[in-house]
């Protein structure tokens, strides 16, 4: 089992940038496909970002393409979340999360391990 830790959350204004970090430990960093996901108030916890075990290819929602890039440091076992030209509807708890199979996935219940979240709130 791998343990996540996110940080970077914060209150941002419109059109600003936050970096998420999500420190691992535990288990080789290296061994997880690792994602990062959202809920917003009211809402279901949805997919933002991923890439797979290997970290060559990544995956993005729609709703966050071109303003969002998802990093990963094995060095540093630390996965990163970096959001530009921020929008109020990003406003949500972000959570990073991993898995043993090497594929990427965009479901929740996919991924074994997850983060407590970091807050992150975008005023317009």
């Known amino acids: 089992q791998v343990q996540l830790v996110e940080s970077g959350g914060g209150l941002v204004q419109a059109g600003g940038s936050l970096r998420l970090s999500c420190a691992a430990s535990?288990?080789?960093?290296?061994?997880?496909?690792m994602g990062w996901f959202r809920r917003a108030p009211g809402k279901e916890r949805e997919f933002v970002a991923a890439?797979?075990?290997?970290?060559?290819?990544?995956y993005y929602a729609d709703s966050v393409k071109g303003r969002f890039t998802i990093s990963r440091d094995n060095a540093k076992n630390t996965v990163y979340l970096q959001m530009n030209s921020l929008k109020p509807e990003d406003t949500a708890v972000y959570y990073c999360?991993?898995?043993?199979?090497?594929?990427?996935?965009?479901?929740?219940?996919?991924?074994?391990?997850w983060g407590q979240g970091t807050q992150v709130t975008v005023s317009s």
């Open positions: 999360a991993a898995r043993t199979v090497p594929y990427y996935s965009a479901l929740p219940a996919d991924f074994g391990s």
């Open positions: 890439f797979s075990r290997s970290g060559a290819t990544t």
């Open positions: 535990g288990r080789t960093f290296s061994s997880y496909a």
